[in-house]
């Protein structure tokens, strides 16, 4: 079992700043993929980023790719989201999620386990 605590959420103005942390417990942090989805009310969970094992391969969403950036410490167990630029249109519920497998690291039904969300608002 791997618990997935996120944190650094909030309301931000448009053209703002958030950096989102996961931190990780359980079992051993650099077996997983990590992966962060957010997801807008009434809408489904979608894909933002993820991040490979050793942290060398990054993936991103179209819709985030040069404003955000997915890093991880695996000496600290924590993956972060560094989001900038922030636009109104990424206010959501955001998770992070481990990926125990080698599938498309976009695909939810990929991953494992999941945090309960931290939520950010973007005033436009």
């Known amino acids: 079992q791997v618990h997935l605590a996120e944190s650094g959420g909030g309301l931000v103005q448009a053209g703002g700043s958030l950096r989102l942390s996961c931190a990780a417990s359980?079992?051993?942090?650099?077996?997983?993929?990590m992966g962060w989805f957010c997801q807008a009310p009434g809408k489904e969970r979608e894909f933002v980023a993820a991040?490979?094992?050793?942290?060398?391969?990054?993936y991103y969403a179209d819709s985030v790719k040069g404003r955000f950036t997915i890093s991880r410490d695996n000496a600290k167990n924590t993956v972060y989201l560094q989001m900038n630029s922030l636009k109104p249109e990424d206010t959501a519920v955001y998770y992070c999620?481990?990926?125990?497998?080698?599938?498309?690291?976009?695909?939810?039904?990929?991953?494992?386990?999941w945090g309960q969300g931290t939520t950010v608002t973007v005033s436009s």
């Open positions: 359980g079992r051993t942090f650099t077996n997983y993929r």
């Open positions: 991040i490979s094992r050793s942290g060398s391969s990054t």
């Open positions: 999620a481990a990926d125990s497998a080698f599938g498309n690291p976009a695909n939810t039904h990929n991953y494992d386990y």
